[in-house]
């Protein structure tokens, strides 16, 4: 009797097999870019589970590509398109979408023990660019700038791992 023969095929990188599970040996890329409008006035309480505000008014921003990816090794590469703000970007876990993270007023910060970050590209000057690779469970991450501000000006944004 002939042994039973799995079909597998190479596209792109992409292994797929016969089970129609498709594997791929690449780690995922996320595009990240930080931006800002470059204006004076900056949109207050926008920060995540803070719902005061519109963060379609946001002036700051991060935006993620793309924002569903495979649990396993993620890089993000990071780029801030900024013409004048320093900008950084912190990865932590969420564990409550809805939940206000811990935020001080005083420092105009999130307390980045208190929601378990998990690393970050440090502050890059405008046009400046870097990297971070973190082996990711499934779940939802919260990318943020944690610059004084920024955070509740709008700069945060979601990643949902499969």
């Known amino acids: 009797m002939a042994p039973n023969i799995l079909n597998v095929f190479l596209i792109s990188g992409i292994l797929l097999t016969g089970t129609g599970i498709a594997v791929s040996g690449e780690p995922a890329v996320v595009k990240v870019t ?3 409008t470059g204006s004076d ?37 990071v780029h801030n398109s900024s013409r004048s703000m320093v900008h950084e970007m912190v990865v932590a876990k969420l564990v409550d979408q809805d939940a206000a993270l811990a935020y001080d007023e005083s420092t105009g910060k999130l307390n980045e023990e208190s ?16 990297s971070l690779s973190l082996k990711l469970e499934p779940g939802t991450y919260i990318l943020f700038c ?7 000006g709008g700069m945060w944004s ?5």
């Not at 207050?44 to 793309?66: S, Y």
């Not at 929601?115 to 870097?130: M, N, R, T």
């Not at 979601?158 to 499969?162: K, S």
């Open 34 to 36: 930080l931006a800002d």
């Open 41 to 77: 006035h900056m949109a207050k309480d926008l920060g995540l589970g803070n719902h005061g505000g519109d963060k379609r008014m946001a002036t700051l921003k991060i935006t993620a590509a793309p924002s569903i990816v495979s649990a396993g090794e993620v890089t993000f590469n």
């Open 115 to 130: 929601v378990a970050s998990l690393g970050e590209v440090p502050e890059l000057d405008p046009g400046s660019a870097g």
């Open 146 to 152: 944690n610059i004084p501000g920024h955070y509740m």
């Open 158 to 162: 979601l990643v949902t791992v499969e």
